[in-house]
């Protein structure tokens, strides 16, 4: 099993912060916000590898961060070619991107780079291994609906099979949202090509996820703990204060 770190965005609303940083490297405590997610991903056992996504102009940047690194786990660094926010290929083209270039059809664990949380990321993938051959995907309870409304809101039935999901509702249905964690047994890869050609939504991967729910078996695990999206400055600066001591 391979696990893909989503790190190809271009940071344009945190631009005021971290200027020519790419997000998932900005400093949260003591270190870069990407360290967090490896050191969840080396829980793992059956993980060989973490593929980093990123683009033409932040690439140096994860080069010198990885050669940084004392690493449990080899980390490679690919280059979607981009270098503009109006040239990105967005969440599902990079991952359709990555999994072109490989030469035998894997499991893959795919998680955006801007995700931080306190869960044990064993724990969801014995849930998801589990659950084979259905995508299983991490859920957060962030217990307010009115916040809902910037994510995708999911329902889930008492085997934690997904019901319902809405991108970005005006009215969420609930508090349960996506997070940015999914795992795709070998056996679901081909499931991109067809939504591809149904759809031209390449950018949030919410919108796959969402076309995986309505067509095909989707699980969703529930995460606890903390958990911080940073999408603004405001969460940012909350996962900061969380984490400034550790």
């Given at each position: 099993?391979?696990?893909?770190?989503?790190?190809?965005?271009?940071?344009?609303?945190?631009?005021?912060?971290?200027?020519?940083?790419?997000?998932?490297?900005?400093?949260?405590?003591?270190?870069?916000?990407?360290?967090?997610?490896?050191?969840?991903?080396?829980?793992?056992?059956?993980?060989?590898?973490?593929?980093?996504?990123?683009?033409?102009?932040?690439?140096?940047?994860?080069?010198?961060?990885?050669?940084?690194?004392?690493?449990?786990?080899?980390?490679?660094?690919?280059?979607?070619?981009?270098?503009?926010?109006?040239?990105?290929?967005?969440?599902?083209?990079?991952?359709?991107?990555?999994?072109?270039?490989?030469?035998?059809?894997?499991?893959?664990?795919?998680?955006?780079?801007?995700?931080?949380?306190?869960?044990d990321m064993s724990v969801?993938?014995?849930?998801?291994?589990?659950?084979?051959?259905?995508?299983?995907?991490?859920?957060?309870?962030?217990?307010?609906?009115?916040?809902?409304?910037?994510?995708?809101?999911?329902?889930?039935?008492?085997?934690?099979?997904?019901?319902?999901?809405?991108?970005?509702?005006?009215?969420?249905?609930?508090?349960?949202?996506?997070?940015?964690?999914?795992?795709?047994?070998?056996?679901?890869?081909?499931?991109?090509?067809?939504?591809?050609?149904?759809?031209?939504?390449?950018?949030?991967?919410?919108?796959?996820?969402?076309?995986?729910?309505?067509?095909?078996?989707?699980?969703?695990?529930?995460?606890?703990?903390?958990?911080?999206?940073?999408?603004?400055?405001?969460?940012?600066?909350?996962?900061?204060?969380?984490?400034?001591?550790?």
């Open positions: 099993m391979k696990a893909l770190i989503l790190a190809a965005g271009y940071g344009t609303r945190l631009a005021s912060v971290i200027q020519d940083t790419p997000k998932p490297l900005i400093p949260v405590g003591q270190r870069p916000l990407i360290d967090y997610v490896v050191d969840k991903l080396g829980d793992i056992k059956l993980l060989t590898e973490i593929v980093v996504v990123t683009n033409n102009k932040f690439t140096g940047h994860f080069q010198k961060w990885s050669a940084s690194q004392a690493k449990k786990l080899p980390i490679r660094v690919v280059n979607d070619g981009t270098n503009t926010p109006e040239e990105r290929l967005g969440s599902v083209g990079d991952i359709r991107f990555v999994w072109a270039q490989e030469s035998s059809p894997q499991d893959w664990l795919i998680i955006g780079g801007d995700n931080l949380f306190d869960q969801f993938m014995d849930f998801a291994i589990q659950k084979t051959p259905a995508v299983s995907i991490g859920v957060f309870d962030i217990k307010d609906i009115s916040a809902a409304t910037k994510f995708g809101v999911v329902g889930l039935d008492n085997h934690q099979k997904i019901t319902s999901f809405q991108e970005k509702p005006k009215d969420p249905v609930s508090s349960h949202i996506a997070m940015c964690v999914y795992y795709f047994p070998k056996q679901t890869l081909g499931f991109l090509g067809e939504y591809l050609s149904q759809s031209k939504a390449v950018d949030a991967a919410g919108s796959y996820i969402q076309w995986l729910s309505e067509n095909k078996t989707v699980y969703g695990f529930q995460f606890s703990g903390k958990w911080y999206d940073i999408g603004s400055i405001e969460s940012l600066n909350e996962a900061r204060r969380a984490f400034s001591n550790k």
